[in-house]
């Protein structure tokens, strides 16, 4: 199992902890991060885009001058679409733009990316981030101390002092262990995780044993008379 230093809010060191190596020391599967990623960015699409058609455009249906004599172009209505303000042809019509991945697919790209912080050498176990009051430049000191320009930080998610005091800051996210997506840890430079956090994500990420289907009892075949 990989193992991990362990540090204080003033980045000490106080210890070590021992990484889950299924959740933390995996394969780095790029394909998986592009296809979970993709799927977070489409799910954010709202879809809601239309153009009106010629059957939506108000207006009289009357022929705007005779078909013959006038030397123009035959033209029927004012809301055909080659004329101005008319409808628009196969414009785009409300739809839904959202991907899901199998659960497998997003747990396996999940532990990708913590692998990918955890070889690179951007993870950092804290022992626990408390703060006696939610004030935004504790978490800015602490972030300078572990030279973070666009981080995360993973603990629990009855933590609210800490939750309070990182929405100020613009490139700092904070997340509990059950929000954390690929989309927005991919983003960030550095992964600040607790003690608590790590054993959350190593709970929720395992992956478990495979299960198979119980088999199908069959029904005795029926007995010929005679």
């Known amino acids: 199992m990989p193992k991990a230093d362990v540090f204080d809010t003033e980045k000490k060191k106080v210890g070590e902890i021992e990484l889950d ?21 489409a799910g ?6 239309y153009a009106q058609e ?8 009357r022929k705007i001058y005779r078909q013959k004599g006038t030397g123009r172009a035959r033209h ?4 055909a679409p080659i004329m101005r303000g008319g409808g628009r042809t196969k414009g785009p019509r409300p739809r839904d733009y959202s991907i899901r991945p ?15 912080f955890q070889k690179e050498g951007r993870l950092f176990v ?22 973070v320009d666009r981080g995360m930080i993973v603990d629990a998610a009855g933590n609210e002092p800490l939750r309070r005091a990182t929405r100020n800051l613009a490139r700092v996210v904070f997340l509990p262990p059950e929000g954390l997506n690929v989309y927005d840890l991919l983003k960030a430079d ?3 995780v607790t003690r608590e956090g790590v054993a959350a994500l190593s709970q929720a990420l395992k992956p478990g044993p495979r299960r198979v289907p119980a088999p199908v009892p069959r ?3 029926p007995k010929k008379e005679g």
């Not at 029927?76 to 809301?79: D, I, K, Q, S």
């Open 190 to 192: 550095r992964l600040l």
């Open 21 to 41: 190596d299924a959740v933390f020391g995996a394969e780095v599967k790029t394909q998986l991060l592009h296809e979970v990623v993709r799927a977070q960015l």
């Open 102 to 116: 199998p659960r497998k697919v997003r747990l396996a790209a999940m532990r990708s990316a913590l692998s990918l």
């Open 54 to 61: 010629r059957a939506a455009v108000r207006g009289s249906t």
């Open 126 to 147: 804290l022992d626990k981030f408390q703060l006696a009051e939610p004030k935004t430049r504790r978490v800015a000191e602490v972030m300078e101390r572990f030279e």
């Open 76 to 79: 029927g209505a004012r809301n």
């Open 219 to 221: 029904r005795p075949a």
């Open 44 to 49: 954010r699409r709202a879809g809601t885009h």
